[in-house]
């Protein structure tokens, strides 16, 4: 076995392998020390080489979950640099599970915040993830199924579903999707969900990226299917919907009345960011008759020192803005916020004295970045972003109506779009009787 491993690896300077000989057996064992914990010590070298006793060892050869019979040589690679232990006894060739365990706590949650629900996100280790996932959706019907993506990095992944509650032909699908993936190097969720992305959907997520347990665990109740990558601190949730999107776990955390008025806000909010700057852009310079006259006096008085259209300067705010988010999200964190507020106060304030811009298109910049910061799921709000700069050269080609029929041609667009075969824009999804129901007839 050694010398074929030796061979697999061109003699590797980082491999450890080694001969032990107790006084009854020997024993041929490699592993690579940088991948493995001390569990090797307790859970093999010790009952070896101190107290060894045949019958016991062999019986812990074959009961305990740790040890699994490995005699494929082409899979020895694999398990070595996956932090296992490789041994033979009597010409049988066992592997030791005892690969080196970083994150050992949950971490909190940076990404989607809650006032009122727990605090603990998934982190970076596969095994803690399954756990956290267990203790909040503690049912016999849960279904892991273990996956390998990644030609080079041989990333551990599990597809997880009730199996009460899935749809048979979204998991069929979902399959289908997974041996397509050709992954050199699986290090993080995003490029899972680009590769199981249809490339013609690519303008709005049809798959959601969350960090939180308790919202997949309120997601694997409603039939959806979550995948949970090794070395991410991101599950992916298909098939969603918009609402999906919008939705956020202090929402089921809240009153009723509260949340929904919650929600509607969220909704106005999105409305606000594709449209307002088009809107500006289309109502100053081509249909100012919409607005009330002292309005209109108004917005003409304070763009009566810009010496330039009207979309040049929402160019010029939009910028800033985008800037000002890249820069917060780039700079290190203790300095990131503070920076990005100075620098948008002065930047804002010395563009209107100057006269790069007008006082109202202050308001109309901050009332749009304030509105993309409400939508709770960072993807789709980066959708979004992308999205108002369309309606924008939209308006300033065929004005109002031209923003009036994009619009329409956005929501076509959304009914139209699909996300694993189940509609993207459906706000009402079966309820938990439906769900139970239908459990009850594959029963």
Same mark, same amino acid.
């Given at each position: ?10 003699? =590797? ?18 592993? +690579? ?5 001390? @569990? ?7 009952? +070896? ?18 040890? =699994? ?25 066992? $592997? +030791? ?22 605090? =603990?996100?998934?982190?970076? $280790? ?68 680009? &590769? ?24 694997? @109740? ?10 991410? @601190?991101?599950? !992916? ?31 106005? &909010? ?31 008085? $304070?763009? =009566? ?23 917060? !999200? ?20 010395? &563009?209107?004295? &100057? ?37 924008? !050269? ?24 699909? $996300? ?6 459906? +706000? ?9 129901? @239908? ?5």
């Amino acid at each position: 076995m050694l010398e074929k491993i030796k061979q697999q690896f061109q003699n =590797a300077t980082d491999l450890f392998t080694d001969t032990l000989d107790n006084g009854f057996w020997q024993m041929e064992i490699a592993y +690579f020390p940088a991948l493995c914990d001390e @569990r090797i010590k307790d859970g093999l070298l010790v009952p +070896f080489s101190y107290r060894f006793d045949p019958d016991e060892f062999r019986r812990m050869l074959h009961s305990n979950p740790k040890y =699994a019979i490995a005699d494929k040589p082409d899979g020895w690679p694999s398990l070595l640099l996956k932090g296992f232990v490789l041994i033979r006894i009597k010409d049988e060739i066992y $592997s +030791f599970k005892s690969d080196r365990t970083i994150v050992t706590e949950p971490d909190t949650t940076q990404v989607e915040a809650s006032l009122h629900g727990p605090q =603990a996100a998934f982190t970076e $280790s596969l095994d803690l993830n399954l756990y956290l996932l267990r203790f909040r959706y503690n049912v016999p019907t849960l279904n892991v199924e273990p996956f390998d993506k990644g030609s080079f990095s041989n990333t551990a992944i599990q597809v997880l579903y009730d199996r009460e509650l899935v749809n048979q032909v979204v998991l069929d699908m979902l399959y289908k999707q997974l041996e397509k993936v050709k992954i050199d190097l699986l290090l993080s969720s995003g490029q899972l969900v680009k &590769a199981l992305t249809d490339k013609s959907h690519r303008l709005f997520p049809t798959l959601l990226q969350t960090e939180r347990p308790d919202r997949v665990a309120t997601l694997l @109740r409603k039939g959806k299917i979550a995948i949970l990558i090794n070395g991410s @601190r991101f599950a !992916i949730v298909l098939p969603v919907r918009v609402y999906d999107f919008m939705h956020a776990m202090d929402d089921d955390y809240d009153a009723f009345w509260m949340s929904r008025f919650l929600i509607g806000l969220r909704y106005i &909010a999105v409305v606000v960011t594709i449209l307002l700057p088009a809107g500006y852009i289309a109502i100053v310079s081509y249909n100012p008759e919409i607005f009330r006259v002292q309005l209109a006096f108004t917005i003409d008085g $304070s763009r =009566a020192g810009v010496p330039y259209p009207s979309f040049v300067e929402v160019f010029i705010m939009l910028f800033m803005i985008e800037a000002l988010i890249e820069a917060s !999200i780039r700079l290190p964190r203790f300095v990131g916020s503070t920076a990005t507020t100075v620098g948008g106060l002065i930047l804002g304030q010395a &563009a209107q004295q &100057a006269g790069l811009v007008s006082s109202i298109m202050i308001i109309v910049t901050s009332a749009v970045a304030i509105s993309n910061f409400v939508i709770p799921n960072s993807t789709f709000s980066q959708s979004i972003r992308l999205l108002k700069y369309l309606f924008v !050269i939209i308006a300033v080609i065929y004005g109002i109506s031209g923003v009036a029929v994009l619009f329409f041609a956005l929501i076509v667009y959304l009914c139209n779009l699909r $996300s694993f075969g189940e509609p993207y824009f459906g +706000f009402f999804v079966p309820h938990q009787k439906d769900l139970a129901s @239908r459990a009850q007839d594959k029963g």
